[in-house]
């Protein structure tokens, strides 16, 4: 089946029920494909794990453009590995991570990613933030329209 799909544009497996097994089969898409642009995962259970192997998938894709994997359960260790596949991966301008359980140490992983990615979308609602984030990333953001960034 991954041969077939390298040339799927679009690819949507929101609410399929896929676990942590599925990470290695999409990194091996996203690895193969040449034109993935889109891959929404939204309200599965990639959980950690999942979100290991297709970190590994996103830091190689040259043509991933928007991924979204809002409810997932990824929590702090998961947004930390997407955090650093990301800035690898030039191409990505939109990412969902609603609902999964990020909380302090994932979100400053990512604050710290930010300035190295081409991101212009970034959704994270309804996940664990506090004040103590919020002002980080505020920071951060401060610190790119100095530097003339996204």
């Given at each position: 089946m991954i041969k077939?799909?390298?040339?799927?544009?679009?690819?949507?497996?929101?609410?399929?029920?896929?676990?942590?097994d599925v990470g290695k089969y999409?990194?091996?898409l996203l690895r193969r494909s040449e034109v993935l642009e889109k891959l929404n995962l939204e309200y599965n259970?990639?959980?950690m794990v999942g979100t290991r192997q297709l970190s590994i998938g996103v830091a190689r894709s040259n043509s991933l453009k928007s991924l979204n994997l809002k409810a997932n359960k990824i929590g702090d260790q998961g947004m930390a590995l997407l955090s650093s596949a990301i800035q690898s991966c030039p191409s990505l301008v939109d990412l969902d991570v609603?609902?999964?359980?990020?909380?302090?140490?994932?979100?400053?992983?990512?604050c710290e990613a930010l300035p190295q990615t081409s991101l212009q979308t970034f959704v994270c609602c309804k996940n664990?933030?506090?004040?103590?984030?919020l002002e980080l990333f505020?920071?951060?953001?401060?610190?790119?329209?100095?530097?003339g960034g996204t």
């Open positions: 077939s799909a390298t040339l799927i544009v679009s690819l949507n497996l929101a609410k399929n029920e896929l676990d942590s999409l990194c091996q259970a990639l959980e609603s609902l999964n359980e990020i909380g302090q140490i994932g979100f400053t992983a990512f664990l933030l506090g004040d103590e984030v505020a920071q951060v953001i401060e610190g790119q329209d100095g530097q």
